[in-house]
């Protein structure tokens, strides 16, 4: 479960409970794909979350709101197969979809693209950064929250793919 806050009154406004204030915190369970969600829901048409609570024992009972249609859903740690049950992922679970992954930043030994079943000492994957551009906040508080000095930091930097740009081949670099 990820720990969120409501960082203004401005978020959620629309569809907040009752006991999710301002400045408040909730939990959002990650809802397992594979039968983690109530029946004739998805990832698309169901945003769960569930007030904050610290103490791991009580998480079996909790009780939450789908923010998408405001109806109250029962947690359950492991399949019942009872409606309006929603089943958050294990750290089993994360822990072994993260395994199988492969590693999109480097290079199996051989310099190939890593696979899900590379093994060994990866290597290093070349980036070539293209033009930098600066860039402001994703999202802009100042029209919400008034003046933000943070809308003046010019130290952002936008990264894209290197247009037309070309490499020069080893010996003119070494030239």
């Known amino acids: 479960m990820m720990r969120t806050v409501v960082t203004t009154p401005n978020v959620l406004k629309n569809q907040r409970p009752e006991w999710l204030g301002p400045f408040n915190f909730f939990l959002y369970p990650l809802l397992s794909p594979l039968g983690g969600y109530p029946s004739g829901f998805n990832q698309t048409n169901f945003f769960f979350i569930t007030p ?3 103490d791991r024992t009580k998480w079996p009972f909790l009780k939450g ?3 998408l249609d405001a109806k109250i859903y029962q947690i359950a740690m492991s399949p ?4 309006g049950r929603v089943i958050p992922e294990s750290f089993r679970i994360i822990l072994r979809q993260y395994l199988d992954r492969r590693e999109a930043k480097s290079l199996a030994p051989d ?4 696979a899900e ?3 060994g000492l990866l290597r290093r994957a070349r980036i070539t950064a293209g033009q930098l551009k600066p860039i402001g906040k994703e999202t802009d508080r100042h029209w919400e929250q008034g003046e933000d000095p943070n809308m003046l930091d ?3 930097l936008l990264y894209e793919k290197p ?3 070309c490499v020069a081949d080893p010996a003119d670099r070494k030239r």
Do not use: F, V
């Open 52 to 54: 904050m609570e610290t």
């Open 65 to 67: 709101i789908n923010l």
């Open 80 to 83: 019942s197969g009872k409606k």
């Open 111 to 114: 310099g190939t693209p890593c």
């Open 117 to 119: 079943i590379t093994q």
């Open 154 to 156: 010019p130290s952002m």
């Open 163 to 165: 247009g037309n740009m």
